[in-house]
């Protein structure tokens, strides 16, 4: 189905404003490098999304604007129907302009300041700012150590478990029973959820998203789905998420804050035409994007594997950011992005951005001719370091 779209060719980005190509030197301290950074991808959205946008553009009139009608929200619940064969309840929808957005309002409604709040490590860093900047305790635990989870749930402090399903950075895609367990746990121990399933739409061949709408079980206790069509169909810049809430009446407060202490009414109209082309009628281009970035993690795998072999490195289970453990090798974090930025030219994120020293995320989200440049690149200066302590 690939074959249908046009991913090869270069879309020129800088000029745009946009932070992975204009904003580099903001993280990196050099203007002009290569980028591989923010999870946004260099892609066109999709065909019938930029239509649909152009004939709202064509009305001429961009007065405010609600999400609650039943346009958006039955293409929602389409989406889930036919991508995840789940029926959601409609009635249990929320908006707001980003996910991280609603996570901050959720953390503000459940928790109180120096309370504790689970994420699993390595940590997406919009969640450590999220939790931190709010003056909560972030509670780290290593992905698949449910000793460690317990310990944690546990907790007399501990109000919220904030999971990233799929998981941002390292791509793990977690099972039914995995999330059933965590279900459980956190209603034996009274923690919310918040479940963050942004890249829910980027789950390659093998493996099956489970919302968490499925596991929650009628059992009580808190919890929110969070996500948006923009990480999948590459439009977050039109802003714009949207949230499923179990309790009644967490979500009329979660209403409540968002319409008259917040200020933020009236949604950008942009971005639920956005949705509701996505969801009724983008599912092939998202099918022949996807297969594409898998090729392109493919290619990765393989020249890793001629080229650092001792990593035994293997695509992730989702999303199109390669986490690349780099501890086999033995290199200096803070020499190998010298040499990447100053030898190769190239911009590619630290494993310390997520708390993870040793690994990077390599973004492939873009044509296979600046996949190759990416790949050549780490392959490069990982032998320069390796070789010579200074890179040289």
Known sequence: MAELYDFDTVIDRRGTWCVQWDGVADRFGVDGLLPFTISDMDFATAPEVLAALRDRLDHGVFGYTTWQQDDFRSAVAHWYATRYGTEIDTGQLVYGPSVLNQLSQLLQMWTGEGDGVVVHTPTYDGFRKAITGLGRELRGVPVGDEEALVRELARPDAKVLVLCSPHNPTGRVWTGAELTRMAELAERYGVAVVSDEIHADFVHEGH?????????????????????????????????????????????????????????ASPAVLSLTAHIAAYREGGPWLDAVRAYVAGNLAYVAERLSVGLPELGWEPPQAGYLAWIDLRAAGVDDAELQRVLVERERVAIMGGAVYGAPGFVRLNVGCPRAKVERGVEALIRAVGAVKSSPSGV
């Open 208 to 264: 099956v998203h489970v919302p968490w709408t499925r596991v929650a079980g009628a059992g009580g206790g808190r919890w929110a789905l969070i996500s948006s069509g923009s990480k999948a169909f590459n439009f977050p810049a039109l802003t714009g998420s949207y949230g499923l809430i179990g309790d009644p009446a967490d979500r009329a407060e979660f209403l409540r804050r968002m319409e008259t202490a917040e200020g933020l």
